[in-house]
């Protein structure tokens, strides 16, 4: 099996702005268009077309989306699936938004921060419209925050905002945050779609945002949903920023067959296909009637061990598995070698926070034999391994740890459900093991937050860390970002050797669009807001 590794991987270090304006990130991978020499593979990072049409974009048309999986919660503050996010970012906006590292102007126009970091003044642009037609107050952004913070919404990023004391509508187009201490990751944390403000009015009519329900301020408004089928948003014709969307619509359709959806792009059935399955994109980058984009990764994969139960709660037992997978054959057998293998936290070398040096290398499967001893299983014991059934490469690592953790002893059963199903029983906590994977975020405070404090919305098995925990609340208010690095690199340490996830590896996202699809302009934050700027060339 040949192995694929990133040429380039995004570094994002966001720290929060001190007055009005933006704040600057990491540097954005490079574009470059050319072979990596890897192999004869094209590698290398591309995030943007290369060249463009003369004149300005059309505008018109509706652009075909096809994606594996439909989201089961598309409320904004609840959601927690990629797709979730894909669809949400072009419905809902926030009051900043984050593009390649830099904070940038949404709802609010501008923005000031008191000199001691612990009140930040949002002014709301005055011709922001929600798709009711109603207007977008300093009212909204009140509700919206604390409708996060209510325990009642069970958004899982709610304690990322825990540092937000109050909100103040001082006016329609004043809205006035105070903090309890300076947060380093307060903007980037507003620029998420998870922090979308969304329509007080609507939320309390309809009682909820899932299902058919549009509370948004976006570029595209919803126009109709056939639940796993197929999302149409329409063209929000009173969008703040001028001359956007170009497009009339997306018309989003999912498909968990790989075949199919790689069939559909190159029949030219749908114009833009969301990441194809690994064992096609060589074929699809070849194919001179499309156009690819990507390269670098934004879904962090994992093996997550439920540490409510027994034996999982024993970290000499989580240390055994941690050393006997070999995360590079993971990533070979699973993904096509497309991503890089992941040797020792939750974020990828390269990225801001991140242990540059590997903790764990070759299985040690000696090592984790006598680990598993002293926990008292010298022979092993049975175990459950839960995965989602439609997602093949997820399928594939499963099959891959099962083997491998064979070799320790450990006696794995997979179990094959459906995405709402372990969706639920992950939530309860009704797992052993769990195939799964998070998408990387912004700033690492948002994921380290939600996924692995206590009582985090995202941390399944509720694993819980002092330490850990004290080093990534004190980073969150560290604003030297040298200095607030360091402490994520010590978190990252004790995520590696004791924490609830066996890292495996990070994919290498591509989309693959029609030759007529002009202004992709990608973000490997990651972020999927550009959609706006995406026009047809017909």
Same mark, same amino acid.
Request: glycine content about 8%.
């Given at each position: 099996?040949?192995?694929?590794?990133?040429?380039?991987?995004?570094?994002?270090?966001?720290?929060?702005?001190?007055?009005?304006?933006?704040?600057?990130?990491?540097?954005?991978?490079?574009?470059?268009?050319?072979?990596?020499?890897?192999?004869?593979?094209?590698?290398?990072?591309?995030?943007?077309?290369?060249?463009?049409?003369?004149?300005?974009?059309?505008?018109?048309?509706?652009?075909?989306?096809?994606?594996?999986?439909?989201?089961?919660?598309?409320?904004?503050?609840?959601?927690?699936?990629?797709?979730?996010?894909?669809?949400?970012?072009?419905?809902?906006?926030?009051?900043?938004?984050?593009?390649?590292?830099?904070?940038?102007?949404?709802?609010?126009?501008?923005?000031?921060?008191?000199?001691?970091?612990?009140?930040?003044?949002?002014?709301?642009?005055?011709?922001?419209?929600?798709?009711?037609?109603?207007?977008?107050?300093?009212?909204?952004?009140?509700?919206?925050?604390?409708?996060?913070?209510?325990?009642?919404?069970?958004?899982?990023?709610?304690?990322?905002?825990?540092?937000?004391?109050?909100?103040?509508?001082?006016?329609?187009?004043?809205?006035?945050?105070?903090?309890?201490?300076?947060?380093?990751?307060?903007?980037?944390?507003?620029?998420?779609?998870?922090?979308?403000?969304?329509?007080?009015?609507?939320?309390?009519?309809?009682?909820?945002?899932?299902?058919?329900?549009?509370?948004?301020?976006?570029?595209?408004?919803? /126009?109709?949903?056939?639940? @796993?089928?197929?999302?149409? %948003?329409?063209? =929000?014709? *009173?969008?703040?920023? $001028?001359?956007? +969307? #170009?497009?009339?619509?997306?018309?989003?359709?999912?498909?968990?067959?790989?075949?199919?959806?790689?069939?559909?792009?190159?029949?030219?059935?749908?114009?833009?296909?969301?990441?194809?399955?690994?064992?096609?994109?060589?074929?699809?980058?070849?194919?001179? /009637?499309?156009?690819?984009? @990507?390269?670098?990764?934004? %879904?962090?994969? =994992?093996? *997550?061990?439920?540490? $409510?139960?027994? +034996? #999982?709660?024993?970290?000499?037992?989580?240390?055994?598995?941690?050393?006997?997978?070999?995360?590079?054959?993971?990533?070979?057998?699973?993904?096509?070698?497309?991503?890089?293998?992941?040797?020792?936290?939750?974020?990828?070398?390269?990225?801001?926070?991140?242990?540059?040096?590997?903790?764990?290398?070759?299985?040690?499967?000696?090592?984790?034999?006598?680990?598993?001893?002293?926990?008292?299983?010298?022979?092993?014991?049975?175990?459950?391994?839960?995965?989602?059934?439609?997602?093949?490469?997820?399928?594939?690592?499963?099959?891959?740890?099962?083997?491998?953790?064979?070799?320790?002893?450990?006696?794995?059963?997979?179990?094959?459900?459906?995405?709402?199903?372990?969706?639920?029983?992950?939530?309860?906590?009704?797992?052993?093991?769990?195939?799964?994977?998070?998408?990387?975020?912004?700033?690492?405070?948002?994921?380290?937050?939600?996924?692995?404090?206590?009582?985090?919305?995202?941390?399944?098995?509720?694993?819980?860390?002092?330490?850990?925990?004290?080093?990534?609340?004190?980073?969150?208010?560290?604003?030297?970002?040298?200095?607030?690095?360091?402490?994520?690199?010590?978190?990252?340490?004790?995520?590696?050797?004791?924490?609830?996830?066996?890292?495996?590896?990070?994919?290498?996202?591509?989309?693959?669009?029609?030759?007529?699809?002009?202004?992709?302009?990608?973000?490997?934050?990651?972020?999927?807001?550009?959609?706006?700027?995406?026009?047809?060339?017909?």
């Amino acid at each position: 099996m040949r192995t694929r590794l990133l040429t380039r991987v995004l570094a994002v270090g966001v720290v929060a702005a001190l007055a009005a304006g933006c704040s600057g990130g990491g540097e954005p991978p490079s574009t470059d268009t050319g072979d990596s020499g890897n192999d004869g593979l094209m590698a290398s990072v591309r995030l943007e077309d290369e060249a463009q049409p003369a004149g300005s974009p059309k505008s018109g048309g509706r652009l075909r989306i096809m994606i594996r999986l439909d989201a089961n919660e598309l409320d904004p503050h609840k959601m927690s699936e990629t797709s979730a996010f894909v669809i949400n970012e072009q419905i809902y906006e926030s009051l900043v938004q984050s593009y390649r590292g830099e904070i940038k102007p949404a709802i609010a126009e501008s923005w000031e921060q008191s000199a001691d970091g612990l009140t930040i003044t949002f002014t709301l642009r005055d011709n922001a419209y929600f798709h009711s037609g109603r207007k977008v107050t300093a009212a909204d952004v009140k509700y919206s925050i604390e409708r996060i913070k209510d325990p009642a919404t069970r958004a899982p990023r709610a304690r990322s905002y825990e540092g937000i004391t109050s909100v103040e509508a001082v006016d329609e187009r004043t809205a006035v945050f105070t903090l309890a201490k300076p947060n380093a990751a307060i903007l980037t944390l507003l620029s998420t779609a998870a922090s979308s403000v969304v329509d007080k009015s609507v939320v309390d009519a309809e009682g909820g945002l899932n299902g058919d329900v549009d509370g948004g301020s976006g570029p595209f408004k919803l /126009a109709s949903r056939v639940t @796993g089928q197929a999302i149409k %948003l329409d063209k =929000h014709d *009173r969008y703040w920023e $001028s001359g956007v +969307p #170009y497009l009339d619509g997306l018309d989003f359709s999912f498909n968990p067959d790989d075949n199919a959806r790689a069939a559909a792009v190159r029949s030219g059935t749908v114009d833009f296909l969301w990441r194809p399955a690994p064992e096609f994109i060589d074929a699809l980058k070849r194919d001179e /009637a499309l156009k690819w984009y @990507g390269g670098s990764g934004s %879904l962090s994969l =994992h093996l *997550r061990l439920n540490t $409510s139960k027994a +034996p #999982y709660d024993d970290v000499k037992v989580r240390q055994a598995i941690f050393l006997a997978l070999d995360r590079q054959e993971i990533l070979n057998v699973a993904n096509s070698g497309f991503g890089t293998a992941l040797n020792a936290g939750y974020l990828p070398p390269d990225r801001f926070g991140a242990l540059t040096e590997p903790v764990y290398g070759q299985p040690d499967i000696e090592k984790a034999k006598t680990l598993l001893t002293e926990a008292g299983y010298p022979d092993g014991f049975e175990a459950k391994l839960m995965v989602i059934a439609t997602s093949a490469f997820q399928v594939r690592s499963a099959e891959v740890e099962q083997q491998q953790l064979a070799k320790i002893g450990i006696r794995v059963t997979i179990e094959s459900v459906e995405s709402t199903i372990a969706d639920t029983r992950t939530k309860s906590g009704d797992f052993d093991m769990y195939q799964s994977g998070f998408g990387l975020t912004y700033d690492p405070d948002e994921r380290f937050t939600a996924s692995f404090l206590a009582n985090g919305g995202l941390n399944y098995g509720n694993w819980s860390d002092p330490e850990y925990e004290n080093l990534v609340v004190q980073a969150r208010s560290e604003l030297d970002k040298d200095k607030r690095a360091a402490l994520y690199q010590q978190a990252e340490k004790i995520l590696a050797e004791r924490g609830p996830v066996a890292m495996t590896f990070l994919n290498a996202d591509y989309d693959v669009v029609q030759k007529d699809v002009m202004g992709y302009r990608g973000d490997a934050t990651p972020t999927y807001r550009f959609y706006r700027n995406i026009w047809l060339d017909r």
